[in-house]
């Protein structure tokens, strides 16, 4: 564990850093419990009452070569959000986290909400937001598949709220006529809304042969169904750089692409699905290592984080690697749309290592005096993490 706290030998930093205290070299070492595994045992130079500073002054930075991103207070995840990140438009953002959800989870829009996000949708595209977000593409594939999918297959509970009826009858003539045609697919992909018998989501099957496949499977997943493990990795390897460092990849609509990503997550992906996710990037950096451990427990908490709860799941790793149970942690610094407290940002703001390879980490977890180790999704599949963490937030 030491080796993953302190991957290299142990650098004092000046006395700027803490003004107000003197440094302390005093180190302590957690002794092993009765029944603690012998070998393992976590040790870390602490200052008994010292609080680091946020921030570090710029000389300090210069001279030991500290980038500001390593001693960011995870109590301000959103500071790990990428500048080069869109904002999203709030209203419509706030909308999502209500309707893009599970069958059992949604909660519908009353009455006012629904007329405000159709309202500001409406003004986003004509060109009329003045002091707002734009609504990207990506916001608007993910709210009408959402809207979609609950008229097409949720449970009555959380199907269309009686104002969200009413809104979209007021608003849907309007947005008809403005929407790019991709996303009028999406919200109508039977032609039959509000009975205005359009003709653009029937006959819409997208440019070039990347999209004609993704619209191809979009209609069975915004009817609430399901796909087969070669139409998901089709689709994964038509529309996804997989190499780090790719061109972009056959260009699709983010419209289409968040649509279809946001509505198998709210069909619950079936296994044959959740498989082809799973081995759809095994190329990009060869097979994963395997450890040659008794037992080892994988933790893969949601990767965009948590801003209401506390996040113990790092903690009860390292305590039980203690007792001889290898873990292992994987995840990314900070993702949409929640962007809430992940374990990289606690792990970096102790100072641990982590931009771990996965064959680095595979030899932490079989030392016995470790059996602990973090990868990030940064290390283990770049592309895939170029990609939803810089520039795709929806």
């Known amino acids: 564990m030491k080796v993953v706290i302190n991957p290299e030998p142990f650098l004092s930093l000046p006395n700027s850093i803490f003004p107000s205290k003197p440094p302390c070299n005093t180190r302590f070492q957690l002794r092993p419990l009765p029944n603690l ?117 949720f449970p ?36 039959l809304m509000m009975g205005m018998g359009s003709s653009i989501g029937p006959q819409y099957v997208g440019n070039g042969t990347s999209e004609m496949r993704l619209v191809g499977a979009l209609r069975e997943v915004l009817a609430g169904g399901h796909l087969g493990f070669e139409e998901v990795q089709g689709v994964l390897k038509d529309v996804l750089p997989f190499q780090e460092g790719d061109e972009e990849p056959k260009k699709v609509s983010e419209a289409l692409l968040s649509a279809f990503l946001i509505g198998q997550r709210m069909n619950r992906e079936t296994d044959r699905e959740l498989k082809a996710y799973c081995l759809a990037f095994d190329d990009e950096i060869g097979p994963p290592p395997i450890a040659d451990v008794r037992s080892l427990t994988h933790y893969g908490e949601p990767y965009d984080g948590n801003t209401r709860f506390f996040r113990s799941t790092l903690f009860v790793a390292a305590v039980r690697s203690c007792y001889g149970e290898s873990c292992l942690l994987h995840g990314v610094d900070w993702m949409a749309p929640k962007g809430g407290v992940t374990e990289e940002q606690m792990l970096k703001f102790m100072g641990a290592n982590v931009n771990l390879s996965p064959s680095k980490a595979k030899k932490l977890l079989e030392d016995d005096e470790v059996g602990f180790a973090y990868v990030s999704q940064r290390e283990a599949r770049p592309s895939l993490y170029e990609h939803l963490t810089k520039h795709f937030e929806f």
Request: glycine residues 6%; charged residues 25%; hydrophobic residues 35%.
């Open 37 to 153: 595994h012998r070998h393992r045992w976590i040790s870390r130079r602490l200052s008994s009452t010292l609080q680091p500073r946020a921030t570090l002054d710029s000389t300090t930075i210069e001279q030991f070569g500290i980038p500001e991103f390593d001693v960011r207070n995870p109590a301000l995840s959103s500071s790990y959000r990428s500048s080069a990140l869109p904002r999203p438009n709030q209203t419509v953002m706030e909308a999502q986290a209500r309707v893009c959800t599970g069958p059992t989870q949604t909660r519908p829009l009353d009455e006012q909400q629904a007329f405000k996000v159709f309202d500001t949708i409406l003004r986003s595209a004509r060109g009329e937001m003045k002091d707002e977000d734009e609504v990207s593409k990506a916001q608007l594939g993910a709210f009408f598949a959402g809207m979609t999918i609950r008229g097409n297959a």
């Open 156 to 191: 009555e509970a959380t199907q269309w709220s009686e104002g969200e009826m009413r809104a979209m009858k007021t608003f849907w003539p309007l947005l008809v006529r403005v929407l790019p045609p991709e996303v009028i697919f999406i919200a109508d992909p039977e032609g």
